[in-house]
């Protein structure tokens, strides 16, 4: 059973460019969380989907910023004109349901994006 | 809004010591308490999920507490070695949504 899979590991965009980051969740899990990492500090809630709806958004900026996990294929994670502070390492997480006691995250590797 | 802090920001011991680290959180309505060991430029590894009516988990050399009234939890390492070093993230759980604390950067001299 594959772990939680983003790609790509690692990406460097311009400043003004799209950047697309992508993740699988692991087989069985229909519910995606997506997190930032900024230099030297904790990582923060973005979002939280379950196939074809977002349930929370709370943590994402407002503008620029997109996710969507469709009926098929990985949850997307869209940065739309990239600026330097979005230079970070932005992790997928994924669980087979709601939150519960025993409710424990997987995550993936992690897609690094810097900014240029 | 859960904080979550961790003490120390970072600890270098010798090997063989044993480690302690430490996580307070500020809401104490929590689902569970999972510790992480995130090494340099990596993902992210579970070590540890303690559910909210647990006191301890145990697994190997690792031991975590939880104390939910009080809003903290403990994480030890016996006989630390020098593969143990990496940085710890303690992270609580409320409903779906992971609050992390900064995490300790540990670091075992051989």
């Known amino acids: 059973n594959a772990g939680v899979m983003q790609n790509p590991r690692h990406l460097v965009r311009r400043r003004g460019q799209e950047a697309r980051l992508r993740c699988s969740p692991m087989k069985g899990h229909s519910h995606v969380y997506w997190y930032r990492q900024l230099p030297e500090e904790g990582l923060k809630f973005m979002v939280y989907l379950q196939k074809e709806n977002i349930i929370d958004e709370s943590g994402m900026p407002k503008e620029r910023f997109s996710a969507e996990f469709p009926k098929e294929g990985p949850s997307i994670l869209r940065i739309q004109q990239v600026v330097r502070g979005d230079s970070a390492a932005y992790f997928c997480?994924?669980?087979?349901?709601?939150?519960?006691?025993?409710?424990?995250?997987?995550f993936g590797q992690g897609t690094r994006l810097t900014v240029v | 809004k859960q904080e979550v802090t961790q003490i120390p920001a970072a600890l270098s011991v010798p090997e063989g010591e044993n480690l302690v680290l430490n996580c307070s959180f500020t809401d104490s309505a929590i689902y569970n308490l999972q510790w992480f060991r995130q090494d340099p430029g990596k993902g992210l590894t579970s070590l540890l999920l303690i559910q909210s009516s647990q006191r301890e988990q145990t697994s190997g050399r690792l031991n975590a507490s939880l104390d939910k009234s009080s809003g903290r939890s403990t994480l030890y390492i016996a006989a630390s070695q020098p593969g143990d070093s990496a940085t710890y993230l303690c992270?609580?759980?409320?409903?779906?949504?992971?609050?992390f604390g900064a995490g300790t950067t540990v670091t075992v001299r051989a």
């Open positions: 997480a994924s669980s087979p349901a709601f939150g519960t006691v025993s409710t424990e995250a997987f």
């Open positions: 992270a609580v759980r409320d409903d779906y949504k992971l609050s």
